[in-house]
């Protein structure tokens, strides 16, 4: 109860500016931040890069969310198939794809704006095809599903290896794994990070757990890749055991600067683990749901503000 109100302040606190400005220029954010991010520039993402791929795989993800400004968005896409290029150059690409928000692509732009997104993430498709990685893409929060389930089934018309992301909290998500866990498709189940209203989503996390196992037995007896994206050990503990039962290959993915050393002892126990690794200058929105995770990091955050 305590934890549901704290998360929901906190992701209502998020779209405050006045909150953003105060974090954003707090001296030791940065500090607190680097524990998620992995630097600004594509330099620093690919030196991480490189020392999360000696024992894991990476998905990459240039910070960055609902942009009303064009050039943003076009800045956006260069700035992807720039760190594709670089991938590739670097002979990474085997090891490391990129997860995309359409909404850093223009999806919330005023006029044209799925369509806006569509190219820039076809654009970003081209870039990975041509140094043989792929691209998944994230999912954001529920007004958003169908048009980015759409775009994720347009794209892999040209491009059959993106990734669709699903998120157990929501209503319709254990329908949604048994439409896409079809042969050639990748699915990333994650329980989600919004505030959503119970009209659609579980608001009980017992009840959102029931539904990840649920939508774990859809993937797990698919055709698919499912992408189990979580770091409740009791979820990896069924997903392992799931994908034993039904010999399903799947990948376990975690997030950048959440139990590492899970993610490393997973990797040495011979699992496939996938780091989601997030870079760049826009960390507000991706640092605040961290936080709401979990009430610890907003103390040792605040801790941090006031000791200095
Ligand atoms: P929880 O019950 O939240 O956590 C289980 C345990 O993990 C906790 O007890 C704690 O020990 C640890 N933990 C979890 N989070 C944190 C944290 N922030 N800091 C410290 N410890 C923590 N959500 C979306 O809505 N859309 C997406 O596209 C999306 N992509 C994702 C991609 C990946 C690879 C991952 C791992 C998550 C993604 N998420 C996405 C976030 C996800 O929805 C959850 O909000 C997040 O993973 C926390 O849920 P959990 O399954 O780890 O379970």
Redesign the pocket.
């Known amino acids: 109860m305590f934890r549901d109100m704290f998360r929901s302040t906190l992701l209502a606190a998020s779209r405050s500016t006045a909150v953003r400005a105060l974090v954003e220029s707090a001296p030791l954010s940065r500090l607190v931040v680097d524990r998620f991010v992995a630097g600004t520039g594509v330099d620093q993402a690919l030196a991480v890069t490189r020392e999360i791929l000696t024992d894991r795989l990476v998905?990459i993800d240039h910070l960055g969310e609902d942009t009303t400004d064009r050039a943003r968005a076009d800045a956006a896409v260069e700035t992807y198939r720039t760190l594709l290029r670089r991938l590739g150059d670097a002979g990474l690409a085997d090891r490391a794809e990129v997860?995309v928000k359409l909404s850093a692509l223009g999806a919330r732009l005023p006029v044209d704006a799925e369509k806006i997104a569509l190219d820039g993430a076809r654009r970003i498709c081209e870039a990975a095809d041509a140094v043989g990685t792929t691209v998944t893409v994230?999912?954001?929060d529920h007004t958003t599903t169908d048009a980015t389930l759409q775009a994720v089934q347009d794209l892999r018309l040209d491009f059959p290896w993106v990734g669709a992301?699903l998120?157990a909290y929501l209503r319709r998500t254990e329908s949604d794994c048994r439409n896409l866990a079809v042969r050639g498709s990748r699915v990333?189940l994650?329980?989600?990070?919004?505030d959503e209203p119970a009209s659609v989503a579980f608001r009980d996390?017992h009840e959102v757990d029931r539904s990840f196992v649920r939508c774990l037995m859809a993937l797990m007896a698919g055709a698919g890749l499912p992408m189990v994206?979580?770091?409740?050990p009791r979820?990896i503990a069924i997903a392992r055991s799931l994908g034993q039962r039904h010999g399903t290959a799947y990948e376990l993915?975690?997030?950048y600067g959440?139990?590492p050393q899970a993610q490393t002892r997973l990797a040495a126990e011979g699992e496939r683990v996938?780091i989601?690794l997030p870079y760049g200058t826009d960390w507000f929105g991706y640092f605040i749901?961290?936080l709401a995770?979990?009430p610890a990091?907003t103390a040792f955050f605040l801790r941090s503000l006031i000791t200095g």
């Open positions: 998905t997860s994230d999912m954001e992301v998120q990333r994650c329980k989600g990070a919004y996390r994206a979580t770091h409740d979820l993915q975690m997030l959440v139990r996938r989601y749901r961290r995770e979990r990091n």
